[in-house]
């Protein structure tokens, strides 16, 4: 594991009362660290598919979790998101690169707790099918 070694600097002005975080850019950038989606604090992405790339990321628990990690442009910016989905791989694997789609993750309250399922669509065309309930391959975890 590479140690990190930062110089921390600050800047105030008086017009401007927030201080950029330019360092922290600056490694972002520069290690290629793309910003992350997610659909836990906004549920709806608007987003046009650039790549996939089956992958792993540590679980919860320390166990690697199977999935896809996808490349896409939101508002203009390269973004990316991870997910273990299996009816969201297989909704996002009728799409072509270069399509633009609309990606919802809603809820639903069930006797066993609370299930997360993604609704796809192009953009230009229809919202998905809201009747869809979720499936246990639904649950990222």
Do not use: W
Not at 5 to 16: I, M, Q, V, Y
Not at 51 to 60: A, E, F, R, T, V
Not at 86 to 96: E, F, G, R, Y
Not at 107 to 131: A, L, N, Q, W
């Amino acid at each position: 594991m590479r140690s990190l070694n930062l110089t921390l600097g600050t800047t105030r002005s008086s017009t401007n009362k927030s201080i950029k975080m330019d360092n922290s850019k600056k490694f972002l950038k520069d290690n290629e660290i793309l910003p992350r989606i997610s659909f836990k604090e906004i549920p709806r992405h608007q987003v046009k598919l650039l790549k996939d790339k089956i992958d792993q990321i540590p679980g919860n628990t320390g166990e690697m979790v199977d999935g896809v990690n996808y490349l896409v442009e939101e508002d203009g910016e390269k973004r990316s998101f991870f997910t273990s989905s299996i009816s969201l791989i297989q909704k996002l694997s009728n799409c072509a690169i270069g399509d633009e789609v609309v990606i919802t993750m809603k809820g639903k309250k069930t006797d066993s707790g609370f299930k997360s399922y993604f609704i796809v669509s192009k953009v230009g065309e229809e919202e998905g099918h809201p009747e869809e309930e979720p499936s246990a391959e639904d649950i990222p975890f």
